[in-house]
């Protein structure tokens, strides 16, 4: 979120200061390059993203996406620029969340990881157990590696 201010602040303080230095600063031009700056803001904004037993939670500026955690049917990695898990659970429901979210915070990841279980146990869970095992080795291997680094090892 602070990359996100920091883009936008900077962009919209460069174009005031050029149209400034030129002279053609106006009002209707400064909305012109409010707006753009917010528009900016709007695209880099991460979605927040929040986990409770059973639920997880993605917030962007004007939808929440919501997937039970407790009865996933399948977890894949989708392939592009950014890596994103894709959840879905057996009500239709549909999640991608970025993983540094779950490698950044061990309690979330906990909850997620429990619930997943859940559902491999009572069965819903047909397509991603390699998916969220492989996701459990990178985020022990991190753990290690930030245990290892904070203990001078």
Known sequence: ???ALGVAS???TALFAVDAASGRLDVTRGVLWTGLALLVLAIMLPPRVSVRPGLLCTRRMLTTDTVRTDS???VRWSD????RMILRDTEGRRVEIDPTVLARNPAMWHL???DGRTSVRRGTLREGTTA???LARRIDRETAHTVFRVSGL
């Open 132 to 134: 969220l095992r492989e």
């Open 10 to 12: 900077l962009l919209c």
């Open 112 to 114: 997620l990881d429990t």
């Open 72 to 74: 996933l049917v399948s």
């Open 80 to 83: 592009g620029v950014s890596q």
């Open 1 to 3: 979120m602070r990359a």
